[in-house]
């Protein structure tokens, strides 16, 4: 069962530009993480957020988080044409129980 | 190096012809999962472990088995594939459920024909 679901599903930007891309979710969490997909590879997490946490920041990673809206946002900020990879949001849902992952935003960084 | 290793890395197979997808992880990660990507779908948990001997279903269960007799261990078995299965499958561990971050390995790209 999908709980997050990201927006965009693809985003194409210029170098240098930020990028945003959206997650919501469905149920009350515990926390909600970030992870990066170079095409057909092993996933690598990012960043991860609690649910008594608001925003957070790594690098040029910024990540909100709206428990009342039930969204999340991720920001990279001067992207680079590293960045370009698929960006996935997975949720805790509250209770011990294991992560579940959206379906992802594929984010195109162009030099 | 922490990491997660998974063997094969491609496999093309007939259908019912059993096979074994192998995980290893070497940081003494309580809890491992299974899980496959297809277009569209995104990732999906086949099966998951929080401990030796310690398996339970995920969401798309059905034509898999696991087993987890040692801690570093967690191999995915289909003992007749079908076509359907074919897709990008890729293990991941961690220190605890949901509130640690999910290492992955490399993936296996099936292929079942």
């Known amino acids: 069962s999908q709980q997050g679901e990201e927006d965009p599903q693809a985003l194409s930007i210029q170098e240098g530009e930020n990028a945003t891309m959206n997650c919501s979710y469905k149920t009350s969490i515990n926390n909600l993480q970030w992870y990066r997909q170079n095409s057909g590879r092993g996933l690598v997490h990012l960043i991860l957020?609690?649910?008594?946490?608001r925003e957070k920041h790594s690098g040029r990673l910024r990540v909100t988080l709206d428990t009342s809206k039930k969204s999340s946002s991720l920001l990279i900020t001067a992207s680079r044409a590293a960045d370009t990879a698929s960006y996935f949001c997975?949720?805790?849902?509250?209770?011990?129980?294991?992560?579940?992952f959206g379906k992802g935003t594929r984010l195109s960084v162009i030099a | 190096e922490a990491q997660v290793t998974q063997n094969p890395r491609y496999l093309i197979t007939v259908t019912g012809k059993k096979l074994t997808v192998t995980c290893s992880q070497n940081m003494n990660h309580e809890y491992m999962s299974w899980y496959r990507q297809d277009p569209g779908l995104g990732l999906r948990q086949i099966y998951y472990s929080m401990n030796v001997e310690v398996t339970d279903k995920g969401d798309v269960p059905e034509g898999y088995k696991v087993s987890r007799k040692e801690k570093r261990n967690f191999p995915l078995i289909l003992e007749s594939p079908s076509p359907n299965q074919t897709s990008l499958y890729f293990c991941?561990?961690?220190?605890?459920?949901?509130?640690?971050?999910?290492?992955f390995g490399p993936g296996t790209r099936l292929t079942v024909t």
């Open positions: 957020i609690r649910s008594n946490e």
């Open positions: 991941a561990s961690t220190q605890g459920i949901g509130t640690y971050e999910q290492y």
């Open positions: 997975a949720t805790v849902p509250s209770g011990n129980t294991p992560l579940v």
